[in-house]
């Protein structure tokens, strides 16, 4: 997977209950490729201190592109870039093997100004290690840790299972987020519906958050997630929201360019 931008680190995403306007349904386009577009802004009684860093406002894109007989991997990529599209950007990328299950690599980072930094892991299960490569403008370094037992998810990977299993998660499920160089016990689980609007018809919306694990003692992951996917075969993110210490970064569905989320749903399950 080609990576040509720098990457933010830890990015915990949350889908929170608003009506969405102006979003085109469109399920059209390539066969094995999702594409989502937002626009976002930063959140939260410290959101200007974070404001003074990085950009508070701009367009986003969540990008799926799903497995095919060259390539038996699903690749997804967030980007959140600043307002006039130059001046900055986050970006947040993921390998998962074909069934969605596990992250085999995870990049982050981010470009700001003249600052910029990005994470790129690599799992090796088989060795049980971890691959990690960091870069600022100053420096990289590279180093390589064990492996955990439990299966390994990054955030972009967490969302794509809660998407895929919406209907049949019923109970907290604790398990393992990858972020920053670092895994995490959270607990997935289901939290309230809610309906979103989308041109002019009301669609009912699952919900679900990410939260640090009960009892994580030191390793207490600092970021949050919270999804709202849509009750159809689409599972569309109508809202996402990553949340951090200071702020959250909060984005809104504007348009759905192409949704294969639906015809890999159903090709998984003919497989079956």
Known sequence: MKVIRSVIASLAISL??????????????????????????????????AG???????????RTVFPTPEDRS?????????ADQRSGFYIYQTQMDETGERTLMTYH???????SRKERTVFDYIKRLA???KETPEKQW???????????????????????????????IVTQIYSD???????????????????????????????????GGKKKWPGGVKVWVSEDARRIPFRIEIQQSMASLQL?????????????ARADQLGR
């Open 181 to 215: 160089g670092h895994s995490y016990p959270v607990v997935f689980r289901p939290t309230e519906r809610r309906t979103f609007t989308i041109e002019g018809k009301q669609v009912n919306a699952l919900g679900f958050e990410i939260v640090d694990a009960p009892g």
């Open 131 to 133: 691959h990690i490569h």
């Open 74 to 82: 699903i690749n997804s990529e967030l980007v959140i870039s600043s």
């Open 252 to 264: 809104d569905l504007q348009s759905v360019e192409s949704c294969a989320f639906m015809a890999s």
């Open 109 to 115: 980072g981010y470009a700001w100004r003249n600052k």
């Open 16 to 49: 929170t209950a608003t009506t969405v306007s102006a979003a085109e349904m469109n399920c059209h386009g390539p066969g094995n490729v999702e594409d989502f577009r937002y626009s976002w802004r930063l959140r939260g009684g410290l959101s200007w201190i």
């Open 142 to 172: 590279d180093k390589t840790e064990p492996l955990p037992s439990d299966t390994l998810r990054d955030v972009l990977t967490a969302i794509y299972y809660l998407r895929r299993n919406a209907t049949t998660i019923q109970a907290p």
């Open 52 to 62: 003074l860093v990085f950009p508070t406002s701009g367009t986003g894109e969540l």
